[in-house]
């Protein structure tokens, strides 16, 4: 059984850092790819970056290209995405889901896990 776990959420001032964390557990190699969605309220979900265990390719989404950068460790089989430059537009509960495999997508479709989300609230 997969599961993940978010954890790292908060509330933030506007140019401010949090650093997200998603924990995953059930994966039996490194055949699998992490990406972490955000939705606000009112709004679609958003694919936000991904990134796959196996090559480390990453893939970002345009809105954060520049200002969030995502980040592996297969020991702990945990995924950092560290969220710099933070603007109230960012403000919504942070998704990690998880999918067997080697390309990291944004497509929230072909995710077959996803945790239950952490909040991220930055002020103006």
């Known amino acids: 059984q997969v599961l993940l776990e978010e954890s790292g959420g908060g509330l933030v001032q506007a140019g401010n850092s949090l650093r997200l964390s998603c924990a995953a557990s059930g994966f039996t190699s490194d055949d699998y790819v992490i990406a972490w969605f955000r939705q606000a309220p009112g709004k679609e979900r958003e694919g936000v970056s991904s990134i796959s265990m196996s090559t480390d390719s990453k893939v970002y989404a345009d809105s954060v290209n520049g200002r969030f950068t995502i980040s592996r460790d297969n020991a702990k089989k945990s995924v950092y995405l560290q969220m710099n430059s933070l603007k109230p537009e960012d403000s919504a509960d942070y998704y990690c889901?998880?999918?067997?495999?080697?390309?990291?997508?944004?497509?929230?479709?072909?995710?077959?896990?996803w945790g239950q989300g952490t909040q991220v609230t930055v002020s103006s």
């Open positions: 889901a998880g999918d067997r495999g080697v390309t990291p997508g944004l497509t929230a479709v072909v995710y077959d896990y």
